[in-house]
Structure formats: structure tokens, C-alpha cells
């Protein structure tokens, strides 16, 4: 019996999905992470996304003026997005971000998609997820892929100007994360469609979850087809098919709304029993039955990495900006609360992280531009960057504290806080990216014999023996060398390479380098010990998927630092951070992947091959924590860059913390100068800091201009301090409504 003989009788076979997963989607940068040698000279080739003059327009014009159309926590406080905003939506296209300018739409590229997501989700998640669906998976990308040119030509045009409105329709009570398993059934029969009888399907589904189904006018739908009578052939199931209903359609059900927590966009389910459609309706028509989940996971594999991750890098810089703010104007014991150690911890990594944030969703955007779909480059985005995006906002909730957890107009966190769950949950579940797909679709893809050797396996053809030994050679031979240069890179630190040119990166790059070399030979020996059953072992098969993901991480943040900051010295403790903990959150992955393997020979190998006898990796200095956390006070441009996205709005929040902080900067000489003559001349009783400066005035210390610089960025910082209020009934205060206004709502 032959090697590949018996491999095939242990080995478990890969389902029809599981194959079109694994197959769908390009190989990008990600391969040379898996195979121990980072590309970073094909990084730093990647053209530099710049917007064009109609994507800078769009963003200046109809974003800017739909962020001063919203009053998110209005929003939050009502039942329904406000007609006009939906209006004003569909009037600029703001559904057709992706859809092709012969079709109407404004075919606006990645990043510029990522950061018209990001800066709306900044102000409002209601509004980003309303704008986000219908520029990711759904029915407008399958049209522009799929579609047939009377499909195109009828759909796309409606969809462009908002005529109609598309939802796209998966999940199902029975079937969430293994959506292969979708219960929902078509049969392929004959029925009355415009008074002939045609070849069509008996659809019947049940969903749940599905975003812009209450008001959409559209319905994309995914179901297995059966057929029975063999009307097509003499096979039974035919597979998972997409097809595009509209609302009207006899036997839609479209209306029904989830509640999800609290936040205004419009979620919920559809159902449909015996409708029957004819197939025209299939998306791409006759010929795409059973063709559905390749297409679904063809358009995933670029959707996944522009609109979630944008949401949690606008979570992030929102944090980050009203945080560093908050925490330089907020003083106790006479101090700013961002100079006491326990603030710094957390106002360094929400900064640190902000900076990954940036440099992923860039890179990744970037990427995709090039007109990739890379699969597990953009899992990794969608799982980090959601993830990464909730950490910074639940540390800025825990430094801004008693501020943050009180709803109102001037809270910049609250509805952020209630949002960013949703995005952890969408478009693959990040418990299952996590650990099922980024190492599991990485190791297929990656791999460069892996695949071919798993189809030869599998194979009935009379050469596949002889073929199979030849890929196996290949096979040994690439270990052999991934094992030497995991043992080259382990032992001998001095001799790692590197071709950045700046001494700050060269470290931290030949450190890059090593991890990778590591995550070589360990998934070689997994997949060799373990073979088929490393899918069922997820928290191993995770920890693998983290290093690759940790390592692109580190490489977008290299790039982002050497291309894309203003001023290398302003960011230097930004990359500093943000570099050695992508590189700590790897390592740890490998010590936890190296402890945790269940053979004990083979960990005895991998401890060798890579230099694992320990469990301590390179932790972030209390330095540098100190040194970035200051950094983050100051008015720098890293600071602007890293926040760009928050678009301030008179009065609110953000705009109350932002005056704040620039005359707290500006005051700060004289605050400096008042403190110095209170040692000398001390004020008792200090019965506020107005009778302060009046008693500095008043003995010829202070002049009349220092007093009013000082009390109007004493007024500025009351305010950013201030909490909002309601009356006993949870009526809301508005301090800056007049008196008339007062007696107005009175009456």
C-alpha cells in the first residue's frame, strides 16, 4: 500500500463548501509570511492609495454634509433612521460606492470605500452599517460578478440611485456560522410567471439577522435547490444558489426588525414559504444554480477587509482622540489625569493600537486596490482590527469612567461602545475567523505543495501515486530548509537580515523575520503529527492563525511608519509601541502554540527548532508606555493623523474636548506662571479658580489679559468635564437652549 493510499483512508474528505472556501480568493502577502520570509520589499512596492479628485470631492461635499445632517443620540432615541437622511443617502449614491460608472454608480476604489465607511461610522454606527451593506457582500457585488447583462442593466442602474434598496439574505435560525448547512429549499419546478408556465423554483426560507431587510425593496436570497423530478438532470442537490427577489414578488416577507442593542440601523428577517420564482431570478441565471457559495465567498474575500475593520479603526481613533484630550484637560489632585501611571498604561495602548489600526486598514485597502481578494489577508483584517477596535474603546471607557458611561449629546463613546459588538459578529464570526479560518485557509493557500498534495490524496487517477511522490520530495525538502532557517534565525539574533535603511526599523524587522521563520516549521510538524485532525485542535490551529496575522500587522506598521507619517520623531514612540507589540502578541503565540502541543517528542523538536524553552517573550517597556502616553497629549501632527477620521461638528463632543485641549495648550505658560506665584503668594481660602485669578489681579501679579485667557479656557474645561443631565423624567437639558426656548418646549 502506498504512502498516498493510506494517507487517503485517514485523512477526512473535504466537503463541497469546505473546497470552494479554500479556493476562493487570491494569495497575497500572506504567503510569505507562512513560508518564513516576510516580503517586505513587496510591501514597500505597493502603490501609495491616494484619493482621486472625485472621491476627495465626495468626501468634502456630500459625507460633510451628511455628517451635519445627524444627531446620533437623537438617533439612538428614536425609532427609525429620519426620511431625510435616507433621502440624502440615496440622492448622492451613497449605495453605489462600488458599483461601475456606466451602471450610475461612483465606482470608488478601496480605500476610499474604507475611509467614506470609517469617517461616517465616526459619527454615527447607524448610519455606517446603512451605508456599509450595500457597498460589501450583496446583491450589487454578485450583480457586478455574476450577474447577466439584462440583470446588470436592469439592477444596477436601480440600485445606484437608490430606486431600490438591496438586503442580502444568509443566516438562518438553524445556521449561522456553518452556513453550507442552510435549511432553506428550493425545488426545481414549473409554475405561472407572467401568464406562461416557465421552468422555475418552490423557494421556502426562514432568516434572521439581515441588515436593510425592513426597508429594502430587494431581496438577495441564498438557498440549497433540490430537484426531484429531474427536471434538470438526474442529480438531486444541486447546491447552495443565489437569486434576487424583489419585495413585491408574491409571498415575500420583508418588515419585521431586530432590536440590535439599541442601535438605529434597520435589521431583521424575511421569510417566504412555496414562493415560486422563475429562473431569471438566480443571479447569473440557470447555469449559476449550485454556484452560489462560491460566489458568496469570492466577494467575502475582499468585502470583509474595507467595512468592518474601517468600523473598528473609527471606534479606535475616536477613542484615541477624545481620550488624550479628556485625559490632558481632566486634572485631580491638581494633575492631569494622563500623568498618572495607571491612565498612561491605558492612554499608551489605546495610542499604540490606534497606530495598528491605521497602518492595517491602509495597507489592507491598498492591497485590495490592486484588484486582489485576498482571502486570509482580509480575515485577518476583519477579525484584528474588530477585535483591536473594541480593546481601545474599552480602555478609553475605563479612562474617561464616569464621563463615559452617562448617555448624552457630549458623550463620544457611549453609542460606539453599543455598536462595536455588531461588527464582531458579521461576515464570519470572530470566534470561528479566528480559529478555524485564518490558519486553516492560510495553510491551503500558503503552502506552496500542501494543496496539490491534499487533491492527489483524494485522487482516483491511475499517476496520482507516482505524482504524490513527487510533491511529497518537494514537500520534505521545504521543511528541511524551513527547519534550518527557523534554527539560523533562532539561535543566531546577529545575523538576521533586514533592508529597511533607518536603524529604528532594522531591529524590529530582523525580529519580524525570526517570527516568521518560527510559524514555518511548527505548522509543518503540525500538519505532518496531526494531519486532518489540526482542524478540529482550534485553539492550536488559532494560535498558528495569530501568528500570521500578528506578523502582517507588524509589516503594515513598518510600511505605515517608513511611507506614510508626517514627522518620523513625532511618531517615533507610536511605531516603537505599536511595532514591539505586534511582534510580543506573536511570540506569545508561539510559546502558547509550542506548550500546549499534545505530542510531547514533537514539542521537544519545535522547542529546539526555535528556540522555545521558555515562556517569556520581550514585553513594552514602563518607559515607553510613560514616553507615548505624553506623546499623546501634545498637538502633533501624528496625533491629527491617527484621528482624522472624526470630523468635528460645532458643539458636540469632540468639538467641547478639542477647544479644551488647544487652550489648555495655549494656557499653558500662564497656568505654569499662576501655579509658581501661588507658592510664593498663596490664596486661602482658594474658594475657586476664578477667585484665584481675581485675587493675582487685584495684587498687580496678573495683568487683565492673562486673567482672560485663563477664565475662558477655564470655561472651555468645565465644559469638557461636564457630564450631561436630564430631568427626573429623563428629560433632556439642553444648556444651550434659551429661555425662550424653555418656555417653548413648556408649553
Known amino acids: 500500500m502506498s504512502i498516498r493510499t493510506s494517507l487517503k483512508k485517514v485523512l477526512p474528505p473535504i466537503s463541497i463548501t469546505e473546497q470552494e472556501a479554500l479556493d476562493a480568493g487570491d494569495v497575497w502577502i500572506e504567503s510569505s509570511i507562512y513560508q518564513g520570509k516576510p516580503d517586505m520589499q513587496a510591501v514597500r512596492d505597493i502603490p501609495a492609495a491616494k484619493l482621486t479628485a ?217 421569510r417566504g414559504e412555496n414562493v415560486f420564482i422563475p429562473m431569471d431570478f438566480i443571479i447569473g441565471g440557470q447555469s449559476n444554480i449550485g454556484r452560489g457559495w462560491q460566489m458568496l465567498v469570492s466577494c467575502l474575500g475582499a468585502g470583509r477587509g474595507i467595512s468592518l475593520p474601517a468600523m473598528g479603526v473609527a471606534s479606535a481613533q475616536s477613542a484615541f482622540k477624545s481620550t488624550a484630550e479628556y485625559s490632558f484637560v481632566r486634572e485631580q489632585f491638581g494633575v492631569p489625569i494622563g500623568r498618572f501611571e495607571g491612565i498612561q498604561d491605558k492612554l499608551a495602548d489605546i495610542a499604540g493600537k490606534t497606530f495598528v489600526l491605521e497602518a492595517m486598514r491602509v495597507m489592507t485597502t491598498e492591497g485590495l486596490g490592486l484588484g486582489l481578494k485576498p482571502s486570509v489577508i482580509t480575515a485577518m483584517a476583519k477579525y484584528h482590527m474588530t477585535e483591536l477596535g473594541r480593546d481601545v474603546l474599552n480602555s478609553a471607557m475605563d479612562v474617561q469612567a464616569g464621563k463615559a458611561i452617562q448617555r448624552g449629546p457630549q458623550n463620544t463613546l457611549a453609542n460606539g461602545y ?160 505599536a511595532i514591539q507589540w505586534c511582534l510580543q502578541q506573536g511570540e506569545k503565540a508561539v510559546v502558547d502554540f509550542v506548550n500546549n502541543f499534545p505530542n510531547t517528542p514533537t514539542r521537544g523538536l519545535m522547542r529546539f527548532l526555535t528556540n522555545t524553552y521558555t515562556s517569556s517573550v520581550s514585553g513594552i517597556s514602563d518607559d515607553l508606555v510613560r514616553e507615548l502616553s505624553e506623546a499623546s497629549m501634545q498637538q502633533t501632527s501624528i496625533k491629527e493623523q491617527l484621528s482624522h477620521l472624526v470630523k468635528v461638528s460645532e458643539g458636540d463632543g469632540n468639538d467641547i474636548n478639542q477647544k479644551a485641549f488647544d487652550a489648555k495648550h495655549a494656557s499653558m505658560p500662564l497656568l505654569k506662571k499662576i501655579h509658581k506665584l501661588l507658592r510664593q503668594n498663596p490664596v486661602v481660602p482658594a474658594l475657586s479658580f476664578e477667585n484665584v485669578v481675581a485675587n493675582l489681579l487685584e495684587k498687580g501679579l496678573l495683568t487683565q489679559q492673562e486673567v482672560d485667557t485663563v477664565l475662558d479656557y477655564n470655561e472651555k474645561r468645565k465644559l469638557a468635564v461636564r457630564v450631561d443631565e436630564y430631568t427626573f423624567d429623563l428629560e433632556f437639558i439642553d444648556i444651550n437652549a434659551t429661555d425662550d426656548d424653555t418656555q417653548a418646549n413648556a408649553a
Not at 525570526?514 to 482542524?535: E, R, T
Open 418 to 577: 453599543a455598536a462595536l459588538p455588531i461588527a464582531i459578529t458579521v461576515e464570519g464570526a470572530n470566534i470561528l475567523t479566528r480559529s478555524l479560518m485564518i490558519f486553516g485557509q492560510g495553510a491551503m493557500r500558503c503552502h506552496p505543495y500542501l494543496k496539490e498534495m491534499v487533491d492527489l490524496i483524494h485522487s482516483d487517477d491511475k499517476t496520482a501515486d507516482s505524482e504524490f511522490n513527487k510533491v511529497l520530495g518537494k514537500t520534505v525538502k521545504f521543511s528541511v530548509a524551513n527547519s534550518f532557517r527557523s534554527i539560523f534565525n533562532s539561535y543566531v539574533p546577529f545575523a538576521r537580515k533586514s533592508q529597511s535603511a533607518m536603524p529604528e526599523v532594522k531591529k524590529y524587522e530582523k525580529r519580524l523575520n525570526a517570527l516568521s521563520a518560527k510559524l514555518a516549521p511548527l505548522a509543518d510538524l503540525s500538519l505532518l503529527v496531526l494531519g486532518g485532525d489540526l482542524k478540529k485542535a482550534e485553539l492550536l490551529s488559532a494560535r498558528l492563525g495569530d501568528v500570521m496575522s500578528y506578523a502582517y500587522a507588524a509589516m503594515s506598521v513598518i510600511r505605515f511608519y517608513e511611507q506614510k507619517v508626517q514627522n518620523r520623531s513625532e511618531a517615533l514612540p507610536y511605531f516603537e509601541y
Open 54 to 270: 472625485d472621491e476627495q470631492a465626495f468626501l468634502d461635499g456630500p459625507v460633510t454634509e451628511l455628517l451635519s445632517m445627524i444627531d446620533d443620540f437623537e438617533l439612538q432615541n428614536s425609532d427609525h433612521i429620519p426620511d431625510n437622511v435616507l433621502d440624502f443617502l440615496k440622492v448622492n449614491k451613497f449605495f453605489a460606492l462600488i458599483i461601475p460608472k456606466k451602471f450610475g454608480g461612483l465606482e470608488f476604489s478601496p480605500y476610499a470605500n474604507s475611509t467614506i465607511v470609517a469617517t461616517i461610522a465616526a459619527k454615527s454606527g447607524a448610519i455606517a452599517v446603512t451605508v456599509m451593506v450595500p457597498n460589501s457582500l450583496g446583491p450589487g457585488e454578485l450583480l457586478m460578478h455574476y450577474g447577466t447583462e439584462d440583470q446588470q442593466n436592469y439592477w444596477l442602474p436601480k440600485l445606484s440611485i437608490g430606486q431600490d434598496i438591496p438586503c442580502f439574505a444568509l443566516t438562518s435560525p438553524e445556521a449561522g456560522s456553518d452556513a453550507g448547512a442552510i435549511p432553506d429549499a428550493a425545488i426545481v419546478t414549473k409554475g405561472m410567471w407572467e401568464g406562461k408556465e416557465v421552468l422555475g423554483l418552490n423557494v421556502t426560507w426562514d432568516k434572521r439577522y439581515i441588515t436593510l431587510a425592513p426597508i429594502a425593496t430587494v431581496l438577495g436570497l441564498a438557498f440549497k435547490v433540490f430537484d426531484p423530478e429531474q427536471l434538470l438532470g438526474d442529480t438531486l442537490e444541486l447546491g447552495i444558489t443565489c437569486a434576487l427577489i424583489p419585495k413585491s414578488h408574491p409571498g415575500v416577507e420583508l418588515g419585521n426588525r431586530h432590536d440590535p442593542m439599541g442601535v438605529r440601523f434597520y435589521n431583521g428577517t424575511t
